[in-house]
């Protein structure tokens, strides 16, 4: 156990609909960062937020949004989605914003169908 | 950051030592050399990271050439379970925007 909880582990829905995707940090972590890896793809960074502020954004689409909340959870939201999507949704946590000991959860697995 | 090269596949044979070489030409002199590996669909997992000198933990060994632009990623006595794909990242330990970028990284393929 990584210590970064993501829920859920897998989700299959159909094209055109949402789904919000969940992570908690490590414990004392204060940044989370968000992946998506497709098919034997590579990782592709999404957002980053810094408590509770985000702090960067790589190839995130429109239909794509995040928060992290004064907890320090984060949800990843995916509005009418398409089959590209389906992919393995990474996130990971860090104490600090400098990147040192990245700690990512297991990731969840979603399928449009 | 830094531009990494990195072998698209490498296979070792258990109980053998591997070793996972990455050129990094162009890396600054505050750039660090990290490693970190995925085991099939699972998350990424930190290895080891280092600036100038040979570091060593209980996953593995990285040896920084003296002119920083290339390293090693040793696994002493590779097992099964390293079947891997492992990434070298070169980046600044605190710019501001603080994400890991992923390259292609090495497919570590060990043999009973």
């Known amino acids: 156990d990584s210590g970064v909880t993501q829920t859920p582990k897998h989700l299959i829905t159909a094209t055109g609909q949402r789904v919000t995707l969940r992570c908690s940090p490590r414990s004392g972590d204060l940044s989370v960062y968000w992946y998506q890896q497709s098919l034997d793809q590579g990782l592709q960074f999404l957002i980053q937020y810094y408590n509770g502020e985000e702090r960067a954004k790589g190839n995130i689409l429109e239909r794509f949004s995040a928060q992290q909340f004064p907890d320090l959870h984060s949800e990843l939201n995916l509005s009418s989605l398409e089959l590209g999507d389906s992919a393995l949704y990474f996130c990971a946590s860090s104490l600090t914003g400098t990147g040192l000991g990245y700690t990512f959860g297991s990731g969840t697995r979603l399928t449009v169908v | 950051d830094a531009k990494t090269t990195q072998p698209t596949s490498m296979d070792c044979a258990e109980g053998r030592a591997a070793n996972l070489p990455c050129n990094h030409s162009?890396?600054?002199?505050?750039?660090?050399v990290y490693w970190y590996r995925q085991i099939h669909s699972q998350g990424p997992q930190y290895i080891i990271h280092g600036l100038k000198n040979n570091e060593t933990n209980e996953m593995a060994s990285l040896i920084i050439t003296e002119d920083r632009k290339s390293s090693t990623l040793i696994l002493p006595h590779a097992t099964l379970r390293d079947t891997a794909v492992y990434y070298c990242?070169?980046?600044?330990?605190?710019?501001?925007?603080?994400?890991?970028?992923f390259g292609g990284g090495t497919r570590l393929m060990v043999k009973p």
């Open positions: 162009t890396i600054s002199g505050n750039e660090y």
């Open positions: 990242i070169v980046r600044v330990a605190n710019n501001a925007g603080n994400m890991l970028t």
